[in-house]
């Protein structure tokens, strides 16, 4: 199998990682557009320090380049955004506009885009701007990634030894047909090819959807606590150090009772409002839709994960609020309280955990200084 061009345009963490990935996989000619760190990345390399894939000094894409525009000057067969979706900053089509534009489309065909983003609705706009060109119907893979990774600096990336990706196909306005068409299939395969090959875990959803609303259970509960909070998920289950031990946070003995009564609650009925919403959208209880089982399973992991003394990483949208970086509260919040009103169903505690998110973002884009 030949080498194909491939774009991916964000170099951060998760790009980071998914750049060495696809070029790892020797199928792919990786371009990518590096915005902010472009000068360091391009002058010295990333520096990946991976538990899972080892470290890499001065690690460099087969091209860089510092724009999207600077990158649309050959046609792509697939197109990978892994930048975070804050609409109410700039909308995907606005990143990706060049390849978007009249002359980019009577030089070459549209690619097929791949979104490695949190959050719901993510891939609308860009399906109604690609649709608008007249080339077809628009090919887009939507993502689910479960990953333990952070930019330490501009150009240092570490990694633990984790990587897992659901792909599946984004049919817009459908999220009950369950079968993978002939073409989605070969889409799907080519491109879970170069993942596997590059060495992550990969996952082929029918209906990738659902599976992206079950990743939000926990986005919408405990990033939303620990944001507002301002702590981990360890300030909730972590035990205090015993003697010889230094961490933090962990649960003080005065406030274990008054958490295990009060706060563990209000998150278990965070996640059965998630759920009552995932009946309504028609995801069935089972492992292939929405189990009710979901609810349980997130809080006992989520405790278990973070019992551990070593556990040190933050949940993404905490990490860009101390960083002073917009949060993805639209597509993680906002995006369930509009689906939630179309359906006419109750949702009264996350509606007020995205009521105070949104002033938390207005705060950041400087609204409130």
Partial sequence: MSAKDVLLVGLGAVGTIYAYIL????????????????????????????????THEAWKPYRLASSVAEAADRPYSYVVLTTKAIPEVMKTPRILEPLLSRPYIEKHPQPTYVLLQNGLGVERDLYHSVKALDQGEPNIISTVVWIGTNLVEKNVV???????????MYRHEDHLTTINSPEESV??????????????????????????????FWNVAFSSFA??????????????????????????????????RNTTPVLRAILQEMLTLGRACGYPDNEDGLPSSLVDSIISNTA???????????????????????????????????????????????????????????QILGGLR
């Fill in 227 to 260: 944001t507002l909070t301002g702590s981990s998920p360890t300030a909730m289950f972590r035990p205090p150090p015993a003697e010889g031990q230094s961490y933090s946070p962990y649960i003080a003995p005065q406030t274990a009772t008054i958490v295990e």
């Fill in 304 to 362: 278990k994960l973070h019992c551990d003394p070593a556990h040190t990483a933050l949940p993404s949208m905490l990490l860009d609020l101390k960083n002073g970086l917009p949060i993805e509260v639209e597509v993680i919040l906002g995006e369930v309280v509009r689906m939630a009103k179309e359906r006419g169903v109750d949702i009264p505690r996350i509606e007020t955990l995205y009521a105070l998110l949104a002033i938390v973002q207005n």
């Fill in 158 to 168: 570490s990694h633990n030894n984790f990587d897992r990706i659901t792909i599946g």
């Fill in 187 to 216: 889409i799907l395969t080519d491109f879970g090819t170069m993942l596997e090959r590059g060495g992550s875990e990969l996952i082929i959803a029918s209906e990738i959807q659902r599976k992206k609303f079950a990743k939000s």
């Fill in 23 to 54: 070029q790892s996989s020797k199928l792919a000619r990786v371009t990518v557009v590096a915005r902010s760190n472009y000068d360091v990345v391009n002058a010295k390399g990333m520096h990946i320090r991976s538990k899972k894939y080892g």
